[in-house]
């Protein structure tokens, strides 16, 4: 069974730059798993920021950045925000079939 | 713009049945696969189902299979799920998604680039 892990939370100063990963319990993700990555606050619907590895969605902040780093999937916030305090989930694409979500990781904001 | 409103959420018992719907509009909604994904108090996002543009391909989360049935109406531009059997773990924000096809083959949808606001669900006697 595929896994997606994620870190369970982070932290990160105002103004400061944090990267999250997201990686796979066996093998290594690449851009042919398109990660995408989704940003939600409590009690709202998650917001698409990134796709196909670092494609920003319309109206998403250029702070927010994709990468592949090493044999993960990246996001990068620089500049934090207060607002950007959220969690974060990342989508791998396995080809047709179930999606696949990782965990989320809590991001604070302090 | 694009929408996707859910609707039919509500309280029921465990064991009793609840259709969910999406109402998506400003887009071609049968160019498109199209998801739910559901979220318990507390937890994370769980994707549930996937189906296709013309409805003839499904994919179910283990934890729903046999349980819950998607299901598409492209000429009223709706997207249902059917939840029968109803338990306890299935309380949850129940979210709809559209995701682009990556390829004409693709049944899935490679990122979900739009969300509805969600729809809860609660099952309790």
């Known amino acids: 069974q595929t896994v997606v892990t994620q870190e369970p939370s982070f932290a990160v100063s105002p103004g400061g730059t944090v990267t999250l990963t997201c990686a796979l319990t066996s093998g290594s993700v690449s851009s042919s798993y398109y990660p995408s990555w989704y940003q939600q606050t409590p009690g709202q619907a998650p917001r698409t920021l990134i796709h196909s590895t670092n494609a920003r969605s319309s109206g998403v902040p250029d702070r927010f950045s994709g990468s592949i780093l090493g044999n993960k999937a990246a996001l990068t916030i620089t500049g934090a925000q207060a607002d950007d305090e959220s969690d974060y989930y990342c989508v791998l694409y396995m080809g047709s079939g179930p999606a696949v979500f990782g965990g989320g990781t809590k991001l604070t904001v302090l | 713009q694009v929408q996707l409103v859910e609707s039919g959420g509500g309280v029921v018992q465990p064991g009793r049945s609840l259709r969910l719907s999406c109402a998506a509009s400003?887009?071609?909604?049968?160019?498109?696969?199209m998801h739910w994904v559901r979220q318990a108090p507390g937890k994370g996002l769980e994707w549930v189902a996937v189906?296709?543009?013309?409805?003839?391909?499904?994919y179910y989360a283990d934890s729903v299979k046999g349980r819950f049935t998607i299901s598409r109406d492209n000429s009223k531009n709706t997207l249902y799920l059917q939840m029968n059997s109803l338990r306890a773990e299935d309380t949850a924000v129940f979210f709809c998604?559209?995701?682009?096809?990556?390829?004409?083959?693709?049944?899935?949808?490679?990122?979900?680039?739009?969300w509805g606001q969600g729809t809860l669900v609660t099952v309790s006697s």
């Open positions: 189906i296709s543009r013309d409805g003839g391909t499904k």
């Open positions: 400003g887009f071609s909604f049968s160019s498109y696969l």
């Open positions: 998604a559209r995701a682009p096809p990556l390829d004409k083959y693709d049944s899935s949808g490679y990122y979900f680039d739009h």
